[in-house]
């Protein structure tokens, strides 16, 4: 098997997902002991947890002003919406992208836009899914304010989902971020929601595919109106 091929199938896996697949084999093992058939099903459990907590490296575009999207997923929606109280960002609306992970989508989180980190507050909630609009107030979350070089601020927010339970978060409060930079992840099913700055046009479409750390959801500089797309 080439090198090219190998790459394309053994991902970097990261560190938070060891013990799981650790405890995916041994329990596959188990299976097969006691039913052949029930350890080939582990094994194929065990190959997608493996998968689910892969960390592949990603081509972040470094123009400045340029806005990625923090996860791989489906662009769910594009609503107004107050960022979340406990950031302090005040009151005004802005415009909310959300972006849903599935279980089958790479749960590693990354920084939208380089800056300094001014807040991170955790919130307990519920575990509804996180595909529905009142998951941003209701679920469990963690949130980031992020000071950006030109005086505005973005928040992103991490939202459990139906199955997710537990949100992990490295940045903190001080910390200087850059764009694409890995922050976190969150287990099994979730939901990441960026508000932009004022005045900021996101330049995708509900529907759309996210990769993480590369698709471009916004920028800063830029004068095209709010981006509208349709399935073809």
């Excluded at 960022?83 to 005004?92: K, N, T, V």
């Amino acid at each position: 098997m080439s090198q090219s091929i190998l790459s394309a199938v053994i991902r970097p896996m990261h560190p938070e997902g060891r013990r799981f697949v650790a405890i995916f084999a041994a329990l596959s093992v188990l299976l097969w002991l006691l039913w052949a058939p029930l350890g080939v099903i582990g094994a194929g459990l065990t190959v997608w947890c493996y998968y689910f907590f892969r960390d592949p490296a990603r081509v972040t575009p470094t123009h400045p002003g340029l806005i990625v999207s923090p996860a791989d997923g489906i662009v769910s929606m594009i609503v107004p919406a107050v960022p979340p109280a406990e950031l302090g960002l005040g009151p005004e609306m802005r415009i909310r992208v959300s972006v849903f992970m599935n279980v089958f989508n790479c749960h590693v989180n990354r920084i939208p836009i380089g800056g300094r980190v001014t807040a991170v507050a955790y919130r307990k909630g519920r575990f509804v899914n996180a595909a529905l609009d009142k998951a941003s107030t209701d679920n469990e979350r963690n949130a980031l304010a992020i000071a950006l070089p030109d005086g505005r601020d973005l928040a992103v927010v991490q939202i459990a989902g139906l199955v997710a339970r537990r949100i992990l978060c490295t940045a903190a409060p001080g910390q200087q971020v850059a764009t694409g930079e890995r922050f976190g992840l969150i287990r099994f099913g979730s939901r990441l929601d960026v508000y932009l700055p004022q005045g900021v046009a996101p330049l995708v479409a509900t529907g759309q595919s996210m990769v993480a750390g590369e698709t471009v959801l916004a920028d800063l500089d830029g004068a095209e109106a709010a981006r509208r797309g349709e399935v073809r």
